[in-house]
């Protein structure tokens, strides 16, 4: 049965709490200033973000109506700026053809523009680009900024790894929450209902109006206090997926692709509580975890790429596939494969988590793709 609608759960550890409309008006009535949200990547995903969010915006007082959404300027084959046609049509005919964002979306390609006047930030942008636009960011905010990462992956350093929210946090000096689900964004944006999951650090009162901002009748967001559980269940379940799209290209069955998604989240449960002691056993179960993964292996990029190449012996490399199919969006899976196998090679892991070095040793055509069941 589905959830009901004009309420709003919010899960604090084993504890539900509901945000009933009245305490969304006390949210609104309260405010002392009112937000202004800037979405930092206009791919799928943020496309879809920004719909979600620019359509609440115009109903709680305390949110600006405009939603600035930065774009990274492409020409498209017509010679026309990509910004120039999301403004004039209210479309983002590359990534999201078909689908109206809002009147109150306003697409920018300058960074720095775009997030000049706000202070709640929206990070969905592919994870190997966020190093660079955070730098880009430094001295640019408010100081009071508060930010939220959609962004599925991780930084490996010399130090070991780290989190995208946390490269936020450190490199901007400000608060990051995560929005991580079972969040197929072509089915969003169409009103397909979906589920998500913030995960916030220490203040509660951030987590609700993140999910005030994000929530729909057909998208329903809880949020749960474990920030590197939600964040790691939406990196890792893209190297199950690569495996289960392995397990579809050479036409193993559903029973194969049913024992690899099973193994995956074992490892990816055991590979969070090895990095992060504090990760909750039930942050699994929630929309970022188990019902993620499923929707991830059973549809997604990552699965349809890696597909791809197990029916092609591996011969075709994940770049080139990439770029035939995807028209420009990212694979993480491949990428957040390598930088596991790295942390897993560096403190001498591999052995514990067969499927997640299998992978990446599929992936680089160390081994061919036969091997994910062996």
Not at 82 to 108: C, F, H, Q, S
Not at 303 to 323: M, T
Not at 338 to 355: A, C, K, Q, T
Request: charged letters at 20%; glycine letters at 8%; hydrophobic letters at 40%.
């Amino acid at each position: 049965m589905a959830p009901a609608l004009d309420a709003q759960e919010v899960s604090n550890g084993g504890e539900t709490l509901t945000l009933s409309q009245p305490h969304h008006n006390w949210l609104n009535n309260n405010a002392s200033h009112r937000s202004k949200v800037t979405v930092i990547g206009g791919g799928n995903w943020g496309s879809v973000a920004a719909k979600l969010i620019a359509s609440n915006t115009l109903k709680l007082t305390s949110f600006h109506d405009e939603v600035r959404m930065w774009v990274f300027e492409e020409t498209l084959p017509s010679g026309e700026k990509l910004t120039d046609v999301i403004n004039r049509t209210n479309e983002n005919v590359k990534y999201l053809r078909g689908i109206k964002l809002g009147k109150n979306v306003v697409a920018d390609p300058d960074l720095e523009n775009a997030v000049k006047d706000a202070n709640m930030l929206v990070f969905v942008t592919p994870h190997q680009f966020m190093e660079g636009i955070c730098k880009r960011l430094v001295g640019k905010i408010k100081r009071d900024t508060e930010a939220i990462s959609l962004v599925k992956g991780m930084e490996v350093k010399m130090d070991g790894p780290r989190m995208i929210s946390s490269l936020i946090s450190k490199q901007l000096g400000i608060n990051c929450s995560v929005l991580m689900g079972a969040n197929i964004a072509n089915e969003i944006a169409v009103g397909k209902f979906s589920e998500a999951t913030v995960g916030y650090r220490e203040n509660r009162e951030v987590a609700e109006k993140w999910v005030q901002l994000f929530s729909t009748p057909y998208f329903v967001v809880t949020a749960v206090q474990d920030i590197e559980g939600v964040e790691l269940c939406g990196t890792l379940k893209n190297v199950v997926a690569i495996a289960a799209g392995f397990v579809d290209g050479l036409e193993m069955g559903n029973n194969t692709k049913a024992a690899i998604m099973r193994l995956g989240l074992r490892e990816m449960k055991a590979f969070s509580k090895l990095l992060f002691p504090s990760v909750k056993d039930s942050t699994f179960f929630e929309s970022c975890g188990v019902a993620d993964l499923i929707t991830t292996c059973l549809g997604g990029r990552n699965r349809k790429v890696a597909e791809a190449f197990a029916k092609n012996g591996g011969k075709r490399s994940f770049d080139e596939l990439e770029a035939e199919m995807l028209q420009g969006q990212k694979l993480q899976g491949v990428s957040t494969a390598g930088e596991v196998y790295e942390v897993l090679s560096h403190r001498g892991w591999l052995e514990l988590f067969p499927l997640f070095s299998t992978v990446h040793e599929i992936s680089t055509g160390r081994l061919p793709p036969s091997a994910i069941v062996e």
